[in-house]
C-alpha cells in the first residue's frame, strides 16, 4: 500500500485544470484502483515475504480509521457479545466432495478460525506470507466474498471479512 | 544604564526567582535563561517543572544535571500514531533511562506524568520506594507494566494525590492491588483506572473527597448489586467533578447518578454504549459540563439536545460505535456538529467521527465558532467528498483555519486536494499540530505546510502522494519543529540520506519492516521508505533501536 509513486504527480500550479471537476474524481479512482492492485498482487506474490507478519498483525494492518487499542478492543468483544446470533458458512476442501460449515460468529479472528480448521480438516493451513516453501501437504485458506470474488483470507480486519464472506475453501498452497 | 549586565546584581537571586515564578510558559523562562550567565543560572535552580514532549531529544542526565530542583515532569515517549498501531511494538520508549536518572538527580520529585512510554514494573517500584514525597502519577497511553508495578505503588506512596492511568495496556497479575492503599487515604484526589476490571466500591467509601473517578470495565448485567452499591459509594463523593468509565448500565441504573450530574464538569462516555434516548436523560442533568466524551450513539438527535442544555460545554469529542461500517448506519451527520456549533458558545476543541459532511456545514461551524483552539474530524471512509456537491472538501478546511485565528490542532480527512494545505499553509498562524491522512494531489501539499504554518511542532502524515522534493526542500524548518512523521508516502531512502547529511541535529529513523535486520549500507537510494520519524535533538543517535529502524546520520 505504500508505494504511491505511480500517482499523478501535480505541478504547484495547477490552476489550468482545475482538480474539482472529474480530474478530482480520475485522481480518486486512480488511487482507489492503485490500493485495490496492490493488494491483488501482494496476494499473487506470496513468497516475496511482502508483509512477513502474523495473521493477526495483518487483520491490523491498514489501522483506519484512527481508533486507539482500547475503544477497538472494547467494540470488538461488544460485537461478539452481543451476538446470540450465528453466522454458519460453507467450508470445503479441495479434493473432497463433502463440506462443512462453520460458525464464523464464534470466533474471534483469524487465529481462531485457522485452529478450529485445521482440527476439522486435519491439515496445516500456512500463512501464505511465509517466505518458506510450503510442504507438500500444506494448504491455504481462500473465501468468496459477496461480489463473486475468490481472496486469500487474512488480509482485511477481521470485522470487515466477516460481512463479505460467504463461504471458504480450502486450496492446496501450490496452487495459490 | 550599568555596563554589561551587571543590573542583574542590583537584586539578590531570590527576587529574580520570584520574578520568574511570574513566567507563564516554559518558552519564556528558556527566553530569559540566554540573556546573561547570571539569569540563566538563577533560572535553572527556581525551575520546577519540566515537559520533555520526546524523550529521545534530551539526555536524561542533561535534563536533570540543568534543572537541579525539578518537582513535576512530564515526559513523552512515541509518536501519536503509535496510538493506532502504526509503530512497531519495539520501536522504544523506553522509561528506564529517565526514572534513573530522576531518582539519582530528583530525589524530591512530586509528580511525573508519562505518555506513551515503555515502563516496566522496575520503573514503578523505583518511583515508590525512591520519591519520599511523591503526590502524582499519570501513566497514560503506556505499557510494559503490572499490577504487581501498581501495588508497589499503592503501598509506598502515602502521599499520593492523583493516580490516572487511563488508555494503558496493563498486565493483571495482581488482584487486589487496591487493597494495598492506606485504609485511611485522605489525600487521593484523582483516581483514574479506566483501563482495569477493579472493585471500587471498598475503595470509594475512604475517599469520600474524590474529584476526579474514572473507573474500569463495568458491565452491568453480570454484576447488578455490585452497580448498585458503586452508584451509591459515588453518591456519597460529594467533590465529585469528573466520571468516566465502561459504562454497560442498563437505563434501570442510570438515575441513580443524576444525584452527582450536576456537579460534573467532565463526563467520559465513550465507552458506554447507552442508547440515544437514555443518554440524552443523562445528560440533560449535566448542565455544567465543560468537557463531553460520547460515542457516536447519541445521534444528531442527542447532540441537539445538548447544544440545548450544557451551555458551558468546551470540549466535545464524539467516537464511532461501528468503524468498520458494519451494522446499521447510525443517525450521526453533519447536523449533529453544526448543532453543537451554534448552541455551545464557549466550545472550543472538537474531536468528531462521521461518515458525511459538507463544505457548507464546515463553513456554517467555523462562522460560530471562531474560537476554536482543536478541531479534528474525521470522515472514516478515506477519500469522501462533500456527499451534496460531490466536490473535494478544501473549502470547508480552508473556511475553519481562515476563521480560527487560535488553531492549534487540525486533523483533517475527506476528500482534499492540494488547495486545502495552500490555505493551511497561509492562514494557519498558530497551527502547532497537523495530522493528515489520504488527502493531497503531490509534493505541493507538503511543500505549502512546511514552507507556512509558521508555529508547526508536529506534523502527522499517511498515505499520500507526499515525495522527498518537498522534505529537501524545507529541510531547515524541520529543526524548528519537534517531530515530523510521514507513512506510506513517496519518500526514499536517498532523501533521507541527503537530509540526515545536511541536517546535524536531526535523527533521521526509517522504519522499514519488511527489511527488518537488513544491513542499511547495502539499500539503495531509491528504496521507498515504509515509515519515516524525523526528530530534532541535542542527545545524537538513540543507542535502544530495533532491528526495524535505522537512524541516518
Redesign the interface.
Known amino acids: 500500500?505504500?508505494?504511491?509513486?505511480n500517482?499523478?504527480?501535480?505541478?504547484?500550479d495547477?490552476s489550468s485544470s482545475h482538480?474539482?471537476l472529474c480530474s478530482?474524481?480520475s485522481?480518486?479512482q486512480t488511487?482507489?484502483d492503485l490500493l485495490s492492485t496492490d493488494l491483488k498482487l501482494g496476494l499473487g506474490l506470496s513468497t516475496s515475504?511482502?508483509?512477513?507478519?502474523s495473521s493477526k498483525e495483518r487483520e491490523?494492518l491498514s489501522?483506519?480509521?484512527?481508533?486507539?487499542?482500547?475503544?477497538?478492543s472494547?467494540?470488538e468483544e461488544?460485537?461478539h457479545r452481543s451476538h446470540s446470533k450465528t453466522f454458519f458458512v460453507k467450508v470445503y476442501m479441495e479434493g473432497l466432495p463433502i463440506g462443512r460449515k462453520l460458525d464464523l460468529f464464534s470466533h474471534s479472528g483469524y487465529d481462531s478460525l485457522t485452529r478450529t480448521l485445521r482440527r476439522m480438516f486435519r491439515t496445516t493451513i500456512i500463512c501464505p506470507d511465509t517466505s518458506r516453501v510450503p510442504p507438500e501437504k500444506a494448504h491455504v485458506l481462500t473465501y468468496e466474498d459477496k461480489e463473486g470474488d475468490w481472496m486469500m483470507v487474512g488480509d482485511v480486519?477481521w470485522?470487515?471479512f466477516?460481512?463479505t464472506v460467504k463461504r471458504l475453501k480450502i486450496t492446496r498452497a501450490d496452487k495459490c | 544604564m550599568v555596563g554589561g549586565f551587571r543590573w542583574a546584581a542590583m537584586f539578590p537571586d531570590e527576587v529574580w526567582e520570584h520574578v520568574f515564578s511570574f513566567l507563564p510558559a516554559d518558552a519564556d523562562r528558556n527566553a530569559a535563561a540566554l540573556v546573561c550567565r547570571a539569569w540563566y543560572r538563577i533560572e535553572r535552580r527556581s525551575r520546577w517543572r519540566v515537559f520533555v514532549g520526546n524523550c529521545y531529544a534530551v539526555e536524561p542526565a542533561a535534563a536533570v544535571r540543568r534543572f537541579p530542583e525539578v518537582r513535576a515532569a512530564a515526559i513523552k515517549g512515541k509518536p501519536h500514531f503509535a496510538d493506532f498501531n502504526l509503530v512497531p511494538s519495539d520501536w522504544g520508549g523506553g522509561a528506564e533511562a529517565w526514572v534513573e536518572a530522576m531518582v539519582e538527580g530528583w530525589p524530591h520529585l512530586e509528580e511525573l506524568r508519562l505518555k506513551r512510554m515503555v515502563v516496566s514494573d522496575d520503573c514503578l517500584e523505583l518511583i515508590a520506594r525512591c520519591f519520599k514525597n511523591f503526590k502524582v502519577l499519570s501513566l497514560v497511553s503506556c505499557e510494559g507494566f503490572s499490577t504487581a508495578g501498581l501495588a508497589a505503588i499503592a503501598a509506598n506512596c502515602r502521599n499520593l494525590r492523583e493516580l490516572d492511568l487511563h488508555e494503558n495496556e496493563v498486565e493483571d497479575n495482581c488482584l487486589h492491588w487496591m487493597s494495598h492503599f492506606p485504609e485511611s487515604f485522605a489525600s487521593l484526589v484523582t483516581l483514574n483506572i479506566a483501563c482495569l476490571e477493579e472493585r471500587l466500591v471498598g475503595l470509594l467509601h475512604r475517599v469520600p473527597q474524590l474529584v476526579d473517578l474514572g473507573t474500569g470495565k463495568f458491565a452491568a448485567q453480570h454484576h447488578p448489586e455490585l452497580f448498585s452499591k458503586l452508584e451509591s459509594a459515588i453518591a456519597g463523593c460529594k467533590n465529585l467533578k469528573s466520571l468516566s468509565g465502561f459504562w454497560e448500565a442498563g437505563p434501570t441504573y442510570l438515575p441513580a447518578i443524576y444525584s452527582v450530574c450536576e456537579g460534573l464538569t467532565s463526563l467520559n462516555l465513550s465507552y458506554a454504549t447507552i442508547q440515544g434516548p437514555e443518554l440524552i436523560k443523562l445528560i440533560s442533568w449535566c448542565k455544567n459540563l465543560q468537557r463531553l466524551w460520547v460515542m457516536d450513539l447519541i445521534e444528531d438527535d442527542g447532540l441537539i439536545a445538548v447544544a440545548a442544555s450544557c451551555k458551558l460545554l468546551q470540549e466535545l469529542r464524539v467516537f464511532p460505535s461501528d468503524p468498520y461500517g458494519a451494522a446499521q448506519p447510525i443517525s450521526l451527520t453533519e447536523h449533529g456538529l453544526v448543532a453543537i456549533s451554534a448552541g455551545c458558545p464557549m466550545l472550543h476543541s472538537v474531536l468528531y467521527f462521521c461518515r458525511q459532511m459538507t463544505n457548507a456545514a464546515l463553513l456554517t461551524v467555523a462562522k460560530n465558532c471562531p474560537n476554536f483552539t482543536c478541531f479534528r474530524l474525521c470522515i472514516m471512509e478515506p477519500h469522501t467528498p462533500d456527499y451534496i456537491t460531490r466536490q473535494p472538501l478544501d473549502a470547508g478546511f480552508s473556511a475553519i483555519v481562515e476563521s480560527c485565528k487560535h488553531l492549534r490542532r487540525l486533523s483533517l480527512s475527506g476528500l482534499l486536494t492540494d488547495l486545502v494545505f495552500k490555505s493551511i499553509g497561509a492562514s494557519a498562524n498558530c497551527l502547532e499540530m497537523l495530522s493528515v491522512a489520504f488527502a493531497g494531489d503531490g509534493d505541493a501539499g507538503l511543500h505549502y505546510i512546511l514552507s507556512g504554518c509558521k508555529n508547526l511542532r508536529k506534523l502527522e502524515i499517511r498515505d499520500c502522494p507526499f515525495g522527498d522534493k518537498p522534505l529537501l526542500d524545507n529541510a531547515a524548518k524541520l529543526e524548528t519543529m519537534r517531530s515530523l512523521w510521514m507513512s506510506s508516502c513517496s519518500v526514499t531512502l536517498g532523501a533521507c540520506r541527503q537530509l540526515a547529511r545536511k541536517m546535524p541535529l536531526l535523527n533521521v529513523e526509517v522504519i522499514n519492516e519488511r527489511k527488518r535486520g537488513l544491513p542499511l549500507e547495502l539499500q539503495p537510494d531509491n528504496c521507498p521508505v515504509e515509515k519515516l520519524y524525523i526528530y530534532r535533538t541535542v542527545a545524537g543517535p538513540r543507542s535502544d533501536t530495533p532491528s526495524c529502524v535505522w537512524i541516518l546520520r
Open positions: 500500500m505504500g508505494d504511491q509513486s500517482s499523478p504527480s501535480s505541478s504547484i495547477s482538480p474539482a478530482t474524481s485522481i480518486f488511487r482507489r515475504a511482502l508483509h512477513g507478519c491490523q489501522h483506519w480509521p484512527p481508533i486507539k487499542p482500547l475503544l477497538r472494547t467494540l461488544k460485537v480486519p470485522e470487515l466477516l460481512r
